[in-house]
């Protein structure tokens, strides 16, 4: 009876550790939509009333005869881009009237949100809107299998951290997927999009380079007209990555482009 009440405990313990799949909140095929005013507090010019969420991202103050005051939580706290019952928060508040934005696609496949740790989105192809994941609650998103994965502490919850000293910035400690962000008077990230390394890549912090195992060239997996040198130095290998002239292709048997 107690190896069967002990194999029982550990079939539970690895259940409640699997990754599971998130939640449909917004689709595509409704077309792009964008986080929604959801205030129902109305300044009367006279009156001082607390802090209340003018929008999924942005808080309002009545200020009484001083008017309404707004702000971008992004601006007050990068670390807490969302309102959330009137305060500035890591996480979305969603709901009929917070409905999360979706992105506009770099690729194809699983891509994690760049804020928000419990979200995700899977895009058809480039250019398109994605469709909107949410994990259950005390789940966020797991790069490694593009699903939710039990939250276990704060480094699981990964963002895009950007730098506005470089062009692409890290999301988290993943080598798979970047942040591209456009910066805010040189402050605060007014944009940020999410990109993923190509296979057979994996970004080093700054960009996604080839992962060599001997020296030569090789294909890139998805574009045809690129391709990845690598040579041996004192500490391994090292590569770099080419584009064949218009019109030409990499012939990985040849090792050369051709027409």
């Known amino acids: 009876m107690f190896m069967k009440l002990l194999l029982l405990a550990i079939v539970l313990v690895g259940f409640a550790q699997a990754d599971v799949p998130g939640t449909l909140v917004s689709s595509a095929k409704a077309g792009a939509r964008r986080s929604l005013a959801r205030s129902t507090q109305q300044c009367d010019g006279v009156n001082f009333l607390p802090p209340s969420c003018e929008s999924c991202t942005s808080i309002q103050a009545c200020m009484g005869p001083v008017g309404t005051v707004y702000r971008k939580c ?3 706290n990068p670390d807490k881009p969302f309102c959330n019952n009137g ?46 994941y949410r994990c259950p609650d005390g789940f966020v998103f797991n790069p490694e299998t593009t699903l939710c994965k039990l939250k276990k502490s ?4 990964m963002k895009v951290s950007c730098n506005k000293n470089e062009i692409l910035s890290p999301y988290g400690t993943s080598k798979q997927f970047f942040g591209f962000c456009t910066i805010y008077d040189y402050i605060v990230p007014s944009m940020i999009r999410v990109g993923k390394c190509s296979p057979g890549t994996e970004f080093n912090g700054h960009k996604c380079v080839y992962k060599c195992t001997a020296a030569g060239r090789f294909p890139d997996s998805e574009d045809p007209t690129v391709f990845y040198e690598c040579w041996e130095n004192e500490s391994g290998f090292e590569s770099g990555s080419s584009i064949c002239n218009s019109g030409k292709k990499f012939d990985a048997e040849k090792g050369v482009c051709m027409m």
Do not use: K, M, R, W
């Open 74 to 76: 992004e601006l007050l």
């Open 87 to 132: 305060e500035c928060s890591a996480t979305p508040s969603l709901g009929d009237h917070c409905i999360p934005n979706q992105i506009n696609c770099l690729g194809s496949g699983y891509y994690p949100d760049a804020l928000a740790c419990n979200l995700y989105h899977y895009c058809d192809a480039a250019n398109f809107y994605s469709d909107v």
């Open 154 to 157: 704060e480094a699981d919850c």
